[in-house]
Each structure stands twice: as structure tokens, then as C-alpha cells.
T-cell receptor, first 110, second 112 residues
Framework: GQQLNQSPQSMFIQEGEDVSMNCTSS?????WLWYKQDPGEGPVLLIA?????ELTSNGRLTAQFGITRKDSFLNISASIPSDVGIYFC??????????FGTGTSLTVIP | DAGVTQSPTHLIKTRGQQVTLRCSPK?????VSWYQQALGQGPQFIFQ???????QRGNFPDRFSGHQFPNYSSELNVNALLLGDSALYLC???????????FGQGTRLTVV
């Protein structure tokens, strides 16, 4: 099945730093979603984006729906230890079929 | 309000056996999707159920089948298990009109 490309694959940052990650595809999507997954748990929805160019925030998280509809970006400001986990993007097409990214593993060093 | 619940949480099966995994959607949700997540990978879409019918299917063989009941709960069945079927199986529920899907904690299947 198709998987979207996420970068970077992993990040090691100091507590308090800002984080940026992105997700790219060769195909366009109608919706972009960002999820966070902790070990042994299911993904938790963080942000949903519905329109090209849309910028949406959820607390310290900000995500953008790329203007080409083929990419999306997630930023985390002032990282804290509980931000540790794997972040997945998901592109959604008509009919609500999801295509997940390869994941970005985030480690926050206190 | 209970979220998406899956059972069992862990399961060990032998090659060639059959397995059934269960999912109860978040209250009010009518659509259930199933995903397979191999270690270190993102979830891969298996299929989606709405109004007790399979609405969409990903690139998985016919050994993977499912069912949705009138109360919107769902089962995933896998026949003739292979070692490569070992993975975390995730169920997600949503309203049919919304792409925002909420996931359960998953069932860890190990095939030996």
C-alpha cells in the first residue's frame, strides 16, 4: 500500500526547542490529519486540515495544508518531555481512505 | 464516554490458524476501519465498514475479512495465518460524514 514520505525520520532535541516535520506525497489529498502514537498505543488525533493553504493550531502545535495539496507540515513550539512519541501524517481521499506517513520519531532531552 | 475499544489486547497464534479481533466504536460513530501496523511502519489500511457492508478495501488478500454488526461494532478475521501477519491491528471509528478517525489501543498479534 501507499505510504507518504515523512521527514525527518527521527529527531533528538532539547526541551524548550521548536520542532518542524513534514509529509510529502506524489498524489493530492482532500484532507490532512496529524496523529501522535505512544509505544503500544493507538494513534491519537492532534490536528485536522481541510483546505489547501489552511493553517491550524492546537495549543503548541501548528499544522499547515500545503498549497499543492501534496504536502503538510507540523510544528511543535517549546517542546516538553511528554511530546516524545512517533508523529504520523495521514492523507485522506474521497471516501475517507487513509494513507499514513512513515512516521517521525521525536525524543526530547530534558 | 468510552472511546474505541479493542479486544483482546494481545494474542499469540500458530501458523495456519484463524483469528478474530473485535472492535467497539466510539459512541455515536457509524463507520469502522481496520489497519495493520508492522513494527516501525505507519498503519496500512485493510478495509472500512459502514452500514454493515465493506465500503472500501486496501491491498490485502481475501484471507482478511470482516463484519460490522447493527450496533456498529466490528470484527476482523484472518484465515490461514502467516508469520508475516504478526503486527499491531488497529481499529478506528468515525462518523460517515467526517474523515476524523479515532483509534483504539490495538491488538498485538504474534504468529509463531
Amino acid at each position: 500500500g501507499q505510504q507518504l514520505n515523512q521527514s525527518p525520520q527521527s529527531m533528538f532535541i532539547q526541551e524548550g526547542e521548536d520542532v518542524s516535520m513534514n509529509c510529502t506525497s506524489s498524489s493530492i489529498f482532500n484532507t490532512w490529519l496529524w496523529y501522535k502514537q505512544d509505544p503500544g498505543e493507538g494513534p491519537v488525533l492532534l490536528i485536522a486540515l481541510y483546505k489547501a493553504g489552511e493553517l491550524t493550531s492546537n495549543g503548541r502545535l501548528t499544522a499547515q495544508f500545503g498549497i499543492t495539496r501534496k504536502d503538510s507540515f507540523l510544528n511543535i513550539s517549546a517542546s516538553i518531555p511528554s511530546d516524545v512519541g512517533i508523529y504520523f501524517c495521514a492523507g485522506v481521499r474521497t471516501g475517507n481512505q487513509f494513507y499514513f506517513g512513515t512516521g517521525t520519531s521525536l525524543t526530547v532531552i530534558p | 464516554d468510552a472511546g474505541v475499544t479493542q479486544s483482546p489486547t494481545h494474542l499469540i497464534k500458530t501458523r495456519g490458524q484463524q483469528v478474530t479481533l473485535r472492535c467497539s466504536p466510539k459512541s455515536g460513530h457509524d463507520t469502522v476501519s481496520w489497519y495493520q501496523q508492522a513494527l516501525g511502519q505507519g498503519p496500512q489500511f485493510i478495509f472500512q465498514y459502514y452500514e454493515e457492508e465493506e465500503r472500501q478495501r486496501g491491498n490485502f488478500p481475501d484471507r482478511f475479512s470482516g463484519h460490522q454488526f447493527p450496533n456498529y461494532s466490528s470484527e476482523l478475521n484472518v484465515n490461514a495465518l502467516l508469520l508475516g501477519d504478526s503486527a499491531l491491528y488497529l481499529c478506528a471509528s468515525s462518523f460517515s460524514s467526517s474523515p476524523e478517525a479515532f483509534f483504539g489501543q490495538g491488538t498485538r498479534l504474534t504468529v509463531v
